[in-house]
C-alpha cells in the first residue's frame, strides 16, 4: 500500500495563479481532510469529506475548494493564490464508522510545500 | 470557540530524562483526543484517547486524559535523541489540532 500520497512536494505561484493539490489513498478510508501548518501554529483544517460527494468547511476554508469524484481522491483547488497562503498542507484519511472519521487516527501524506510570491 | 492548548510549548532534555507534555481543551461535543509525533514530515499517531483514566501505553510512551478538568498528559520515560520531534495533540469534534510542544533530547 502507498498509503496517502500528495503531489507536487513543492510548488512556486504567482500571486492570483490557481492550482489544484492532488491527494490520494489506497487504503478505501471514506474520511478525508486538508490541513495546513504554519510555523507556531498546528495543523489547521481546510475542508473534509465523509465520502464520495459529501464535502464540508473546516477550520479555514476561504480561498480553497475541494470536491470528492470518488473514494481515492480529494484534490484541493487554490482559486486565486494569496501570500496568505504559503504554508505547508497536508491531505490525511481515516476510516469511518458511520461519517466518524474525523474522531479516530488519521493516516497523512508526505505534504506539499507551497510558497505565492 | 474551540481550543487546544499546549505546553511547554519547546523543551530541551538530556538522554534518559522523563518528560512530561500537557494538552488542555475546551470543546463542544468532545469524541476523542489524539497525540502526534512530527519530526520531519508527516504526523505520525501515537494514542486516541476517548475514556478519562485508562492509561495508554507503548514502550516508553505513555497517555492519559482527564475529561473532568479537560486535559490530557504524554509522559515519555527514559528519552533517547530519537524522541526527538514535535508532539501534537488533536481534539475532536472537529480534530481541532494544538500549537505542538517541540521537544529536543540532547546526547
Known amino acids: 500500500n502507498a498509503g496517502v500520497t500528495q503531489t507536487p512536494k513543492f510548488q512556486v505561484l504567482k500571486t492570483g495563479q490557481s492550482m489544484t493539490l492532488q491527494c490520494a489513498q489506497d487504503m478505501n478510508h471514506e474520511y478525508m481532510s486538508w490541513y495546513r501548518q504554519d510555523p507556531g501554529m498546528g495543523l489547521r483544517l481546510i475542508h473534509y469529506?465523509?465520502?464520495?460527494?459529501?464535502?464540508d468547511q473546516g477550520e479555514v476554508p476561504n480561498g480553497y475548494n475541494v470536491s470528492r469524484s470518488t473514494t481515492e481522491d480529494f484534490p484541493l483547488r487554490l482559486l486565486s493564490a494569496a501570500p496568505s497562503q504559503t504554508s505547508v498542507y497536508f491531505c490525511?484519511?481515516?476510516?469511518?464508522?458511520?461519517?466518524?472519521?474525523?474522531?479516530?487516527?488519521?493516516?497523512f501524506g508526505p505534504g506539499t510545500r507551497l510558497t505565492v510570491t | 470557540e474551540d481550543k487546544v492548548v499546549q505546553s511547554p510549548l519547546s523543551l530541551v532534555v538530556h538522554e534518559g530524562d522523563t518528560v512530561t507534555l500537557n494538552c488542555s481543551y475546551e470543546v463542544t461535543n468532545f469524541r476523542s483526543l489524539l497525540w502526534y509525533k512530527q519530526e520531519k514530515k508527516a504526523p505520525t499517531f501515537l494514542f486516541m484517547l476517548t475514556s478519562s483514566g485508562i492509561e495508554k501505553k507503548s514502550g516508553r510512551l505513555s497517555s492519559i486524559l482527564d475529561k473532568k478538568e479537560l486535559f490530557s498528559i504524554l509522559n515519555i520515560t527514559a528519552t533517547q535523541t530519537g524522541d526527538s520531534a514535535v508532539y501534537l495533540c488533536a481534539v475532536s469534534r472537529d480534530m481541532r489540532f494544538g500549537a505542538g510542544t517541540r521537544l529536543t533530547v540532547k546526547p
Open positions: 469529506s465523509v465520502g464520495a460527494g459529501i464535502t
Open positions: 490525511a484519511s481515516s476510516y469511518s464508522l458511520a461519517g466518524g472519521g474525523r474522531h479516530y487516527e488519521q493516516y
